[in-house]
C-alpha cells in the first residue's frame, strides 16, 4: 500500500543534543510537509517543500531545519530542543496537481526532551 | 482571512447514539473541506473531503458530513456512534495560501458503554 512512513515512532533525546526525524512517502508526492503536535492542540505547519522549493512558515523557531534530498524522504532537524519541543511531529504529503489538495498523514514521531 | 472553529471541545455520547461534531468555516473563496480523525498517539487519518461535487459527503467507518453554504458550516455525523470511534476529530480548510491547511482546535469524542 501505498503510504507515508515515519522514523522512528518514539525518540527521546537530551535537551540540547542534535535530532533528526525522517519521514519517506511512496505516494509520489511532489508536496512534503512538517507539522508540530503539542498535547491537546492542532498541528502546526513548520514548512513544506513543493518538489526541492523550500517554504517557512514565518512563526518557525531557527532551531528547525528540514533537508529533502530526493522525491521520497524528507528530514526534519532540531539543532538544539529545548524542553518546549517536546510533541509530536507529523508529516504529511499532497499531490497539488490533482483535484484536490489531499494531505495524507504518517503515523507521527513523538519526541521527548529530558 | 481564513477560519475554522470546531464548537466543543469534549463531546460525549453514548454507544449507539447519534454523533454529530459541529464545524463552521469562514472563507473568502469556495473552500474545499476536511475532516480528520486521530487516534492516541497515531497521525491523522482522512475521514472525508468536500471538493464541490455534492453537499452531502460520504466518507469512512460510516461517518457523513453535509455542506451548507447558507450557514457556512460542514458537521461531522454518524448514526450510531461505536466504542471504536472515540478519537480527537478535527475539521480542516484548505487555505487560500499555496499548500496550507487551517484546522480548527479539534473535539474529543467520548463514547460511553
Known amino acids: 500500500d501505498a503510504m507515508v512512513i515515519q522514523n522512528p515512532r518514539y525518540q527521546v533525546t537530551q535537551f540540547g543534543k542534535p535530532v533528526t526525524l525522517s519521514c519517506s512517502q511512496t505516494?509520489?508526492?511532489?508536496?512534503m510537509y512538517w507539522y508540530q503536535q503539542k498535547s491537546s492542540q492542532a498541528p502546526k505547519l513548520l514548512f513544506h517543500?513543493?518538489?526541492?522549493?523550500?517554504?517557512n512558515e514565518a512563526d518557525t523557531p531557527d532551531n528547525f531545519q528540514s533537508r529533502r534530498p530526493n522525491t521520497s524522504f524528507c528530514f526534519l532537524d532540531i539543532r538544539s530542543p529545548g524542553l518546549g519541543d517536546a510533541a509530536m511531529y507529523l508529516c504529511?504529503?499532497?499531490?497539488?496537481?490533482?483535484?484536490?489538495?489531499?494531505?495524507?498523514f504518517g503515523p507521527g514521531t513523538r519526541l521527548t526532551v529530558l | 482571512a481564513q477560519s475554522v472553529t470546531q464548537l466543543g471541545s469534549h463531546v460525549s455520547v453514548s454507544e449507539g447514539a447519534l454523533v454529530l461534531l459541529r464545524c463552521n468555516y469562514s472563507?473568502?473563496?469556495?473552500?474545499?473541506l476536511f475532516w480528520y480523525v486521530q487516534y492516541p498517539n497515531q497521525g491523522l487519518q482522512l475521514l472525508l473531503k468536500?471538493?464541490?461535487?455534492?453537499?452531502l459527503v460520504k466518507g469512512i467507518n460510516g461517518f457523513e458530513a453535509e455542506f451548507k453554504k447558507s450557514e457556512t458550516s460542514f458537521h461531522l455525523t454518524k448514526p450510531s456512534a461505536h466504542m471504536s470511534d472515540a478519537a480527537e476529530y478535527f475539521c480542516?480548510?484548505?487555505?487560500?495560501?499555496?499548500?496550507?491547511?487551517?484546522f480548527g482546535s479539534g473535539t474529543r469524542l467520548l463514547v460511553r458503554p
Open positions: 504529511a504529503t499532497s499531490r497539488p496537481d490533482s483535484s484536490t489538495d489531499t494531505q495524507y
Open positions: 505516494l509520489n508526492h511532489n508536496v
Open positions: 517543500y513543493y518538489d526541492k522549493d523550500f517554504n
Open positions: 472563507s473568502s473563496v469556495p473552500p474545499y
Open positions: 468536500y471538493t464541490s461535487a455534492a453537499t
Open positions: 480542516a480548510l484548505d487555505g487560500d495560501s499555496s499548500y496550507k491547511l487551517i
